[in-house]
């Protein structure tokens, strides 16, 4: 692909125009950068995707291209009613991965285009908590109910009380009902889009898939990769696009350009569509692993 740190943005646009072709259908896209931070859906990203929209403007059919580690569940439902606004025949492309709330923002659509390295996550909410030496966390909701009934569990077992007590007084009850409203709100928000688009028609199905997406017990790990077999297997709609069509080789062209071209420039996000962009700049980049010193010893001729 050569140099990509100051590519024109017309490159990446033009593969847009290349990938519309082929399926008939415009394109606005959301793709964060996983190396910077933040790099989280949050409410600053209601007006720049607002821009994409009415760039693309009310069309019959639109794709959203998302990659994202997830954020804020309620701007991911705000994301999903403005695409509704904009087409009522909606996809979403997940090229690498669109996890948590960006996962919910794609089961809004009306079906999800996968390739065979892309994927999904569980909807099981994480709620932010501070460590005793004042640094922030993230935990999932149910492991802090889950918490609760292991300190039960604890009693019951023989474990002298003021242990479990000692225990129980760093659990916050605000938090206890922070953590089940959480989840309440994620099987509610994927039970109400899937029951209205996806899986119009089955509300059974849709229940069940939106009580298995927000089970942490499922899936043990927030971050859990849920791909193609999975996501079929759970109940979802997905078309999957074949590794060696042109449409894949596009997209993956598409996104690693912009990948390349965000660690490149310290973007967070970007912002898209076949006519224009929008870069938002990073506020803070990783720092990379130091690199091994050079050996002073030298080699053996």
């Not at 701007?75 to 090229?95: G, N, P, W």
């Amino acid at each position: 692909m050569g140099n990509l740190t100051f590519e024109p943005d017309k490159q990446r646009q033009d593969i847009l125009k290349e990938i519309e072709k082929i399926t008939g259908t415009r394109i606005g896209v959301y793709i964060a950068n996983p190396n910077v931070s933040p790099n989280f859906i949050d409410h600053n990203d209601l007006m720049f995707f607002n821009d994409v929209l009415e760039s693309i403007g009310v069309v019959e059919k639109l794709d959203i291209i998302i990659d994202s580690p997830g954020g804020d569940g309620n701007i991911a439902e705000t994301l999903a009613v403005m695409c509704r606004e904009f087409s009522k025949d909606l996809r979403s492309i997940v090229i690498k991965s669109a996890k948590s709330a960006a996962t919910m923002w794609a089961i809004s659509t009306d079906e999800i285009l996968m390739g065979y390295i892309s994927e999904i996550g569980p909807t099981d909410p994480q709620i932010m908590i501070f460590t005793s030496d004042g640094r922030s966390t993230f935990v999932p909701a149910q492991s802090i109910i889950n918490g609760v009934g292991q300190l039960h569990a604890m009693l019951n077992s023989g474990i002298h009380p003021r242990i479990v007590m000692t225990l129980a007084n760093k659990i916050e009850p605000s938090i206890l009902d922070v953590a089940n409203n959480a989840i309440a709100f994620s099987k509610d928000f994927a039970f109400r889009w899937l029951s209205e688009h996806m899986l119009k028609g089955k509300d059974d199905k849709a229940k069940e898939i939106a009580e298995a997406l927000s089970d942490q017990r499922i899936w043990l790990s927030h971050g859990k990769r849920i791909g193609i077999k999975e996501a079929k297997k759970l109940g979802l709609k997905i078309k999957i696009i074949k590794k060696d069509s042109k449409l894949w080789k596009l997209l993956w062209e598409y996104y690693c350009r912009a990948q390349i071209m965000m660690n490149n420039t310290g973007n967070a996000k970007l912002f898209e569509t076949s006519s224009m962009g929008i870069k938002v700049q990073a506020t803070v980049r990783r720092r990379r692993p130091p690199q091994q010193p050079e050996s002073e010893t030298q080699p053996i001729e």
